[in-house]
Every structure is written in structure tokens, then in C-alpha cells.
């Protein structure tokens, strides 16, 4: 019978490689929308860059990382304390997409740092560190299209 924790550790799992795939899918359907220059290409890098972080976690998820056991999380997470979502992400006009997009990221960064400190196993930590670092990028990189293309006066 696998443990609470392996139980935990998996449903975290899963709740982060959902949130990848939403998010691959938001940053592609926002690309689709005509923007300045170079827009579009960021847009669509960064859901390469979320399908890279779904195949990492995918991986863990189906045992290609080899978890020692009790390698899990030490304390359950609150999964909805994560999650950032309006009524309707098709109505969001430029700006709301950007505030919208830095909040996910926010929440990601947020998910996957508190993942990494209540991992036990070192090179997973590791793992869930480097994401919380690449979303943390990724947030940046949004609130710079804002100063560029919302307040470019700032």
C-alpha cells in the first residue's frame, strides 16, 4: 500500500504538471493575439520552456527519477493556495493577460519552492528549486513587457 506521503508527493505532482499544460496552453493561445514585435516569439518560448518543465516532472511522476523511499514531501501542501484563475482567460485584454500571466508565474514560483522545502531527497530538491527559478525568470520577463508596452513612460 504506498505511503500518505508518496500519496502527497504524487498529487502535487500531478497538480504541477496540469498547471504546466494550462500554462502552455495560455502563453499559446495569448501568441495567436496580434502584438508589437516580438511578442508573439517570447509568448511561444516560454510555452516551450513550460512544456520543457511538464516533461522534467513527468518524468519524476512515472519513476524515471528513482525516489528512495521517504524521499516525498514532509507536509501535505494546500494546492489551492496555488491556483490563479479568472472567469474567463479569452476576454482578458493585453494588459490584463500580462498581470494575469505574472500572477501564475508568481504562483508557480511560489509552488515550487514551498515543494522544494519540504522535499527530503537533495537532487529533487534540487529539481523543484530550478523550476521555482525558471518561473521567477518567467515572471520577470512579463512584468518587463509591461513596463515596455503599458507604461513605457516608467
Known sequence: MPSKTKNEFDEALKFAIDNEQKAVEFYTKLAARPHQPGVKEMLLQLAEEEKGHKAKLERVRSGEKLLKPGA?????LDLEDYVTAPESEDDLDFQDALLLAMKKE???FSFYMDVAGNMRDPSLKELFLSLASEEATHKLRFELEYDRQIQPDN
Open 72 to 76: 516525498g514531501l514532509t507536509r501535505k
Open 106 to 108: 508568481k504562483a508557480a
